[in-house]
């Protein structure tokens, strides 16, 4: 065990790396860590280990997962999107660069996944009413999967952007094409 990060009050669901992108000096700069959390928190660490910030989205609810906008580490002409936030009770939240939410989003089911696809331009959504569904990053509603028969625990895209794989409590994975094939 390398560090222990400590600053949440409740059980903590969700974990990613941000991306790296190569700083003004040309040296490569350590990712930051996002956490999320049942008490609603999401936390940004540094990599020692040291706490850069909590956020709290306005809407409390039970935070579940955390997905970094691909390029979210470094300023884009097309976003200021950085990451996106999803749970029980709680609207999609996407996230600035500077660490305020840009908008929220309400969705049918309670997330419980969050995938960008590798271009950044789709964020895939598991739900646990059983639902696989695709958004925009401005947070426009694509497309909905056929359910699966139980609660979707995670989703995935591959590098190429052609596939989504999706796990479900029912004992199967499923994969999709983004046009909706499986």
Known sequence: ????LRGHSDSV???????????ASGQQPLPLIASVSLDGSLNLWHYDGSLEKTLRPSDQGQL?????????????????????????????TFWGQNGEPLFTVPTPGEIFGLDFSPNGQTLATADL??????????????????S???????????????????????????????????
């Not at 065990?1 to 222990?4: I, T």
């Not at 009413?129 to 056929?146: C, I, M, N, S, Y």
């Not at 952007?161 to 909706?180: A, F, H, I």
Request: proline letters at 8%.
């Open 1 to 4: 065990e390398r560090n222990r």
């Open 13 to 23: 669901y969700g974990v990613a790396f941000s991306p790296i992108a190569p700083s």
């Open 64 to 92: 579940i997962d955390v997905a970094f906008y691909p390029r979210g580490s470094q300023q884009t002409k097309d976003t200021d999107l950085f990451m996106v936030t999803g749970g029980l009770g709680s609207p999609l």
């Open 129 to 146: 009413g059983g639902q696989v569904r695709l958004w925009g990053q401005d947070g426009t509603a694509l497309r909905e999967f056929p």
């Open 148 to 182: 699966h028969p139980g609660q979707v625990w995670g989703v995935s895209f591959n590098p190429q952007n052609s596939q989504l794989v999706s796990v479900s409590d029912e004992g199967t994975v499923n994969l999709w094409q983004p046009d909706g094939a499986n």
